[in-house]
């Protein structure tokens, strides 16, 4: 049966839902018949009249809202940093300062979005991960991309500075970034296996590359040729043996990346105290066994 107070805007042959245009009540439709400038038309017409005839284009616009109650990840990733690095000194294979720096960026994502409650970042990428059950920009998966991709780039400029006290950037640095959602706790734990097992693969071999080359004289082709078809097995070998250099004992952040989370730590009270205080700390631990995720296991909670 149709609806009180509803026309149908046409009816198809085929029984598909009918699209409904709402009418006023009849009580009102009766006295309008008898008045020009009616209650309803005055609310309604003046209201899509302020609206503008153009407001129809926002039904072009799609909704990416993610899917409920499964991990977000965001991971941004800087574009072209071959090139980037070499056209800033940075320091083969890895320059500190220049991952700190990256660090630090990530750190003010954080500070901002507080419904991030771990983040991962080696080379020019960093992953942020949301609460399962966040309702930042309500899910909308390129209203968090951007923003996170946009403080990330900004703050990564804002801070160069601090990293890089006597150069500035010499052209504007850019990030990319992507959402990216996981259903189960086994697959953001993999993701982020996925993430910390490319730093180890491409640290080793970074490592070994640019040792041939600095300390043993290679040329890249050389050093190239050198390690093709290598296991990382021989590359510890060749490390060791050639250059007395124990990959195991290389610098935590290089080996396994940085791992952001927010920690309660003790703060100076100006009376002499101490409270705590949530804190993003770093981190450059394994998150690839289950010993952190263990310990942290409220990181896989849902709150
Ligand atoms: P797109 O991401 O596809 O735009 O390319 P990309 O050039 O950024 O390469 P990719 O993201 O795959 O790899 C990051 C690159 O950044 C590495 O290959 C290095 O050349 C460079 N890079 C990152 N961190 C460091 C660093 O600490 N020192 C040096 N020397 N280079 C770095
Ligand atoms: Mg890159």
């Keep these: 049966m149709q609806p009180k107070n509803v026309r149908f805007l046409y009816r198809p042959a085929f029984r598909l839902k009918a699209i409904p245009i709402i009418q006023p009540p009849r009580k009102v439709l009766r006295h309008s018949q008898h008045c020009r400038s009616n209650i309803w038309k ?38 072209g940093f071959h090139k980037f690095s070499t056209e800033h000194e940075y320091e083969k294979p890895n320059d500190i300062k220049a991952l700190s720096l990256m660090n630090r960026a990530a750190t003010s994502v954080m500070e901002e979005f507080k419904d991030v409650c771990l983040a991962y970042g080696q080379s020019d990428e960093y992953s942020f991960v949301f609460r399962k059950e966040t309702q930042a920009y309500s899910r909308r998966s390129a209203k968090l991309s951007t923003n996170v991709c946009s403080l990330f780039t900004s703050a990564f400029v804002y801070y160069w500075n601090e990293y890089f006290p006597t150069s500035k950037p ?130 896989l909670t849902v709150t």
């Design 42 to 79: 005055k609310t309604f017409h003046s209201t899509a009249m302020a609206k503008s005839k153009f407001e129809y284009v926002r039904l072009f616009e799609a909704d990416d809202r993610c899917l409920p109650n499964t991990w977000i990840v965001v991971r941004v990733d800087g574009k």
């Design 170 to 299: 010499r052209y504007p640095p850019v990030f990319d970034g992507r959402t990216v959602l996981y259903p189960s706790n086994q697959n953001i734990r993999d993701y982020l296996s996925w993430r910390q097992a490319d730093c180890h693969i491409n640290n080793l071999y970074n490592t070994t590359f640019w040792t041939l080359i600095l300390k043993g004289g290679l040329t890249p082709a050389e050093a190239e040729s050198k390690l093709k078809g290598t296991l990382s097995g021989d590359k510890n070998e060749i490390l060791f043996s050639q250059f007395g250099i124990n990959y195991n004992t290389e610098p935590e952040m290089l080996r396994k990346g940085t791992v952001l989370v927010r920690r309660k730590v003790p703060v100076a009270l100006p009376n002499g105290g101490t409270r705590e205080k949530s804190q993003i700390v770093q981190e450059h631990v394994d998150i690839i066994g289950d010993e952190f995720w263990n310990t942290n296991s409220h990181l």
